[in-house]
């Protein structure tokens, strides 16, 4: 028999929310800052990481893509996030947000940052069986103009894993204002893009933007969306038009400082028949991974083991493969929550 614990960290997952650079681990961050000169406050992993909050983190979020300069650095944060996150939570399938903006005064151009993130990824999809898309994600603090030219690139250089366009970092203001980005979502959604956006996230954030992006921005599913349970006719909204949110439990602890229990808003969320999936956003950076998101995030807020199913399964949903990769991913799952359900120890109370 297995612990509640263990059931969790071995269910099969989905991650459709996270950064690539986030995904490098802590002593690969440090080594590739040595090998480049980037100086960094500490080189202690407990240390570097210790945040007053979003904008505190945001600022090393930016300088984490310093370290990263060539091809090879690409492909092995890509492969070498897979193999951890594997052997971590068993992870199954990911969807990563990456900006090449953040390397183009380095003279790299967009097909230079794409390409070999792609070639790590399907290295990594052939040795552990983990498939993966990529959402192309923009720099809120870079404006309109510069999101407008990213989703240019886009086109400009087709590639079948780059799906969909999504975001990161907060406007210049340090606020979301989805509404500044609708020219540059309106230009992906012509061209065949699936659509999400970060709203909702902190206290700082207001519940009207989780609306925007839905329908000004018409997106496909949401990240974070916290703010939701504030306005319950946002949530009938979003519930109506099936809207998947991507919520990131751990996170919530160190950007808001919020206390992960019964009274969550992801909690809350999930009560109110919100299709929350999870996720870790910046795992090295919160020191977490996919599989604490489930053990020390969802189980602590009081997650059944049939609710934990559910969200593992809504990322599936949510997710910008297509549909025959979704039939198998969902195939697969249920398989794997089959054998763990059988050796689950009866006492699974543990919230
Ligand atoms: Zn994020």
Redesign the pocket.
């Known amino acids: 028999m297995i612990s509640y614990v263990d059931y969790l960290r071995l269910l099969p997952k989905t991650e459709l929310?996270c950064?690539f650079a986030s995904t490098m681990s802590a002593e690969l961050f440090i080594e590739l800052a040595a090998k480049y000169g980037v100086e960094l406050p500490t080189t202690d992993p407990e240390e570097l990481f210790d945040f007053a909050d979003l904008v505190d983190f945001l600022v090393a979020f930016r300088y984490a893509h310093d370290v990263l300069r060539e091809p090879s650095d690409f492909e092995r944060v890509a492969y070498d996030g897979v193999a951890a996150a594997v052997a971590e939570g068993n992870l199954r399938y990911r969807e990563y947000?990456v900006n090449p903006q953040y390397f183009a005064d380095r003279g790299l151009s967009y097909p230079d940052v794409i390409d070999p993130i792609i070639a790590g990824l399907a290295r990594a999809e052939r040795d552990f069986g983990v498939g993966f898309r990529v959402v192309v994600a923009i720099n809120r603090r870079a404006g309109a103009a510069e999101a407008v030219s990213l989703v240019r690139e886009m086109i400009a250089h087709p590639r079948p894993e780059v799906v969909g366009l999504g975001q990161?970092d907060l406007t210049p203001e340090n606020t979301e204002d989805p509404g500044r980005f609708v020219e540059a979502y309106a230009l992906a959604r012509e061209h065949g893009f699936l659509l999400t956006a970060?709203v909702g996230e902190t206290d700082h954030a207001i519940p009207d933007a989780v609306r925007v992006a839905i329908e000004e921005l018409g997106c496909d599913r949401l990240?974070h969306g916290y703010r939701i349970v504030d306005d319950p006719a946002i949530v009938e909204l979003a519930r109506e038009r099936g809207i998947g949110f991507a919520a990131t439990p751990l996170s919530t602890t160190i950007c808001s400082g919020w206390q992960i229990d019964a009274a969550h808003r992801i909690r809350r969320m999930i009560d109110a028949g919100l299709a929350v999936n999870v996720s870790t956003?910046d795992a090295m950076f919160f020191r977490t991974d996919i599989g604490r998101e489930y053990t020390d995030g969802l189980r602590l807020m009081g997650v059944s083991a049939d609710e934990a199913k559910q969200i593992s399964l809504n990322g599936i949903d949510a997710s910008f493969c297509d549909d025959e990769q979704k039939a198998r991913l969902r195939a697969e799952f249920r398989a794997a929550f089959a054998a763990l359900d059988a050796v689950l120890e009866p006492v699974t109370e543990s919230a």
């Open positions: 929310h950064h947000y990161d970060h990240d956003d």
